[in-house]
């Protein structure tokens, strides 16, 4: 079973047929650059990467940005 903390790791994604939110595999390249994260720092902290995903969406960028500023603090 997967841990809160790892299920809110999940990117929220839409689906192209139904255009409907859905849990994503992994956050975009472009996601993490405006979240100023580096993919080198984001496997160190485990967020999981979609290399395959183009878009960009505010709330995933805002969740990076949380996420960053949490694993600052420890």
């Known amino acids: 079973m997967?841990?809160?903390?790892?299920r809110r790791l999940r990117p929220t994604v839409f689906s192209?047929?139904?255009n409907?939110?859905?849990e994503g595999r992994?956050?975009?390249l472009k996601e993490l650059e405006e979240a100023?994260?580096?993919p080198n720092i984001a496997?160190?902290?485990?967020?999981p990467i979609d290399r395959r995903r183009k878009s960009s969406h505010k709330e995933n960028v805002e969740k990076l940005k949380e996420i960053l500023a949490l694993s600052k603090m420890d």
């Open 2 to 6: 997967v841990n809160s903390l790892e």
């Open 16 to 18: 192209p047929i139904y």
């Open 43 to 47: 496997k160190r902290l485990k967020i």
């Open 20 to 22: 409907k939110p859905r």
């Open 26 to 28: 992994g956050f975009s």
């Open 36 to 38: 100023g994260i580096s």
